[in-house]
């Protein structure tokens, strides 16, 4: 029993350990659109997957990404939560607007503009 119980709290510590924290920063959702399919294997056949395309501008950089669109919901014009992830520049996440945290694939990253180049 004391085993199993010090198991237990091992395994916790190493969920609690191996949970990711993100730098969120707050933007806006400039578009929304689609962006496409993607095939997926299933098996031994692959099925199409739906992509929308999404650009959030924050207050650094403006990104351009896409996503598996059964997965996430963006309304244009609202505020969103992201994050980049630190491992793989690539990757963004967002928070759509049920709540839900969404990965997106970054398609282009640029400076945001600051005013001053004006």
């Not at 950089?61 to 014009?77: E, L, N, S």
């Amino acid at each position: 029993m004391r085993r199993l119980l010090l198991c237990c709290l091992a395994f916790s510590l190493l969920i609690v350990a191996a949970k990711k924290e993100r730098d969120w920063e707050t933007g806006k959702v400039a578009d929304s659109g689609p962006a496409g399919t993607q095939t997926v294997p299933l098996g031994s056949r692959t099925i199409p997957i739906a992509l929308g395309s999404l650009t959030i501008v924050g207050d650094a950089y403006t990104y351009t990404a896409t996503y598996r669109t059964r997965d996430c919901r963006f309304i244009v014009g609202d505020p969103v939560k992201f994050a980049q992830d630190k491992q793989n520049k690539r990757t963004l996440y967002a928070v759509d607007a049920d709540g839900k945290e969404c990965k997106l694939n970054i398609e282009r990253q640029e400076r945001a503009s600051t005013g001053k180049d004006q």
